[in-house]
């Protein structure tokens, strides 16, 4: 026979366990709630979205939360001098194929091959039998003089390969071919290419887009890349002078929006999304795939569903409206010929009837005169890179937007409204079916989980281009030692491993490396430094 008092223990003993027990949850609950609130605010990669409930406009005309980071692009452990001529291993040349953006990020991937190999530059070529057909090559879009002296810490670069003494006769050195794999990483540079350097005395590596790995576990070289690309890739006077003209009459009634509304032929032929388009367009962009794209059958709908088409000008439209922006927003429009004509571009015009480019601003015949091919592009990109908001409609891996969303990131966390294609392609087949109720606050759930363009974890397959936090970032108090912005006087650190330079060119870079950014773009974010 069970005694009472025995009893009783038992359910004393059972009710303390119990409280324990719910005890010990909740205090696991509170150390997995602090954890993650301590580990969201230290890291400062949580998009702006993360806190937001709802849009508000007037913010996004505003650039996104910084968390403590600006843009730092200079070392911060040794980083020893360009090998002397005579120690140089050899001559780079490569030949950088496609539009701007690949062109861009191939000169970056060619300066830091050549740092790789202890080699010396020639000044990358550009391809003039790429899409834009435009043979103004390297010396027609960015300034020489000033991309060879703000590299000069990193690599040496001449405009040709010299002529060598040979025999008593002066000979040119031929450069030997190669065809580098698609991302070769850094070991095909150190071995294969390098052999046939040190064989040859040059070599030529042709095509050069995306032909070197993207996420290279050493942040030195990934913070040259930014150096390259944010600071010595700066166009032509003329190019920041045109661009700075046509900003300046933008935002002289206010905020302006950028799109770059990529819904022209060979996007739409690289994406295989035709059904939208009538018969005759549809055998012009299926003329167009068979010639420059492997073939491959695509189905439309299954694509669109997936969110692999570009949104349309409509598309677009809608998703603004539905975020809050008004008709009387000023939009730029970044694109070349929209393919399909007026029909997709007028409901665009009828929800933002202020729809503008470089023509409809600026109407002068230095416009006419340098605003061509990848002059054209260089505007266009200078505009969208000053823009209060930049939209891109279809960042693809080798896109205009793909650079740009980089470059407002580094030059202080730019707004940026990234659709999320996938999320929002269910919501417009719906509206195509008719099933429209909800639909504004549908698309409102989705873009809010987006980045707005503040410091956000790179990952995959977003491109290092798109994206270099934290590698091109610093904190004067960080939490990661790793994070913490280099000396104030990093420039004459670096100047005094040089031996034998001229004190004038010097005191020219210095005054490169510590002003803020170029001119033109003085209006994006006042005091921020090289370093």
């Known amino acids: 026979m069970r005694r009472q008092g025995h009893h009783r223990l038992h359910a004393k003993q059972g009710v303390v366990k119990g409280m324990v027990g719910r005890l010990s949850i909740a205090v696991l609950v509170l150390l997995i709630c602090t954890v993650s609130l301590m580990f ?117 670069i001449v405009e040709h390969i010299p002529e060598i003494r040979k025999k008593g006769r002066m000979k040119k050195i031929k450069a030997f071919q190669l065809r580098p794999p698609r991302d070769a990483p850094i070991n095909w540079y150190t071995t294969v290419a390098l052999e046939k350097m040190k064989e040859h005395g040059a070599i030529y590596l042709t095509p050069f887009s995306h ?121 730029y429009l970044a694109a070349g010929e929209l393919f399909g004509g007026n029909r997709f571009i007028e409901p665009f015009r009828t929800l933002f009837p202020r729809l503008e480019n470089h023509s409809s601003v600026e109407h002068t015949d230095e416009l006419v005169e340098n605003a061509r091919g990848l002059a054209g592009s260089a505007v266009d990109y200078m505009v969208c890179l000053l823009s209060d908001i930049f939209m891109p409609t279809y960042d693809g891996p080798s896109n205009f937007a793909n650079n740009l969303l980089g470059h407002r990131l580094y030059y202080g966390f730019r707004t940026t409204i990234r659709p999320d294609r996938k999320g929002l392609a269910p919501i417009f087949i719906d509206r195509e079916n008719g099933r429209k109720a909800g639909f504004d606050e549908a698309v409102r759930r989705v873009i809010l989980k987006t980045n707005f363009g503040g410091p956000h974890k790179r990952v995959s397959p977003e491109s290092f281009y798109t994206n270099s936090w934290p590698e091109c970032f610093c904190q004067s108090s960080p939490q990661n030692p790793a994070d913490k912005c280099p000396p104030d006087d990093v420039v004459q650190v670096l100047s005094s491993h040089l031996e034998s330079e001229d004190t004038d060119d010097f005191k020219s870079l210095t005054t490169s490396l510590n002003s803020t950014i170029p001119e033109v773009m003085t209006t994006i974010s006042a005091g921020v430094p090289f370093i």
């Open 40 to 156: 969201s605010s230290s890291s400062s990669g949580t998009s702006r979205s993360g806190n937001r409930s709802e849009i508000k406009v007037e913010e996004l005309w505003r650039s996104a939360d910084a968390g403590g980071w600006r843009p730092s692009s200079a070392p911060r452990s040794d980083w020893p001098p360009p090998p002397a001529r005579s120690e140089s291993n050899g001559f780079l040349r490569v030949r950088c194929n496609g539009g701007l953006n690949q062109q861009r990020s191939a000169i970056c991937n060619a300066v830091l091959a050549a740092r790789i190999m202890n080699a010396t530059l020639v000044l990358p070529e550009l391809d003039a039998n790429s899409f834009w057909r435009d043979e103004s090559g390297f010396y027609g879009i960015y300034d020489v003089e000033h991309f060879i002296k703000t590299l000069r810490f990193d690599v040496r």
């Open 211 to 331: 032909r070197l790995a993207e996420e290279i576990d050493n942040s030195e070289y990934q913070r040259l890349r930014c150096r390259v690309n944010y600071h010595a890739l700066r166009f032509k006077p003329h190019i920041m002078k045109l661009s700075q003209s046509i900003v300046d009459k933008l935002r002289s009634e206010g905020h302006f929006m950028s799109i770059h509304l990529r819904f022209e032929m060979d996007m739409l032929a690289f994406a295989g999304c035709l059904d939208i388009f009538t018969p005759q367009e549809q055998a012009i962009l299926k003329k167009y795939r068979k010639e420059n794209f492997a073939p491959k059958v695509l189905d439309y709908n299954q694509r669109r569903a997936i969110g692999k088409c570009p949104l349309t000008p409509e598309e677009v439209g809608l998703i603004l409206h539905a975020m809050g922006f008004d008709n009387s927003t000023r939009i």
